[in-house]
């Protein structure tokens, strides 16, 4: 079943599966190319899709996050830095920050250099983030499952800074 489609700048379709033999799927210019771990991918399982400021495409699996570049895929997990578990939903920012959620309610932001653990010390109002999503300003929104909605507008080089949005409580 396709549970993530995603378009890229270049125009072409993504589409992550769920369940055995899924995978992920591009259709360009009329046909389909289609990837399974045997061919890099870290998962077959894709949550989340999402493009980063380069252009490369990074996907939200059950194990960690992966990264399709010209190169290949680069997979993503704990021993990188981001919080251990699925990665449920994946964004990129206006700054070029890419951003996961784990099914451990953990979010964290890889800013092109460095993975860094998103908390209640970056300005988020909880501490179980439920959803995260990219506005039209490139600026981060994260939901929470006790707490109001949270914004960050990301810039390069500096710590996340989040602040309540009024009258979001769920």
């Not at 699925?86 to 092109?112: E, N, P, Y």
């Amino acid at each position: 079943a396709i549970v993530s489609l995603h378009r890229d700048r270049q125009g072409r379709i993504w589409a992550g599966g769920y369940g055995r033999g899924s995978g992920l799927s591009c259709h360009d210019r009329g046909s389909f190319i289609n990837y399974l771990r045997q061919d890099g991918l870290p998962d077959e399982n894709i949550m989340g899709l999402a493009s980063d400021a380069d252009g490369a495409l990074w996907m939200a699996t059950y194990r960690g996050a992966a990264m399709l570049d010209t190169e290949g895929f680069l997979p993503w997990s704990a021993r990188d830095g981001i919080d251990s578990g699925t990665v449920q939903q994946i964004t990129s920012t206006g700054d070029g920050s890419v951003w996961a959620l784990t099914s451990g309610q953990k979010l964290s932001r890889f800013d092109g250099a460095t993975v860094s653990k998103i908390t209640r010390a970056n300005g988020l109002p909880g501490t179980r983030p439920s959803s995260i999503f990219t506005d039209r300003d490139g600026a981060l929104l994260v939901s929470d499952e006790a707490a109001a909605t949270a914004r960050c507008q990301p810039t390069a080089g500096e710590s996340a800074r989040f602040e309540a949005i009024e009258d979001t409580l769920p």
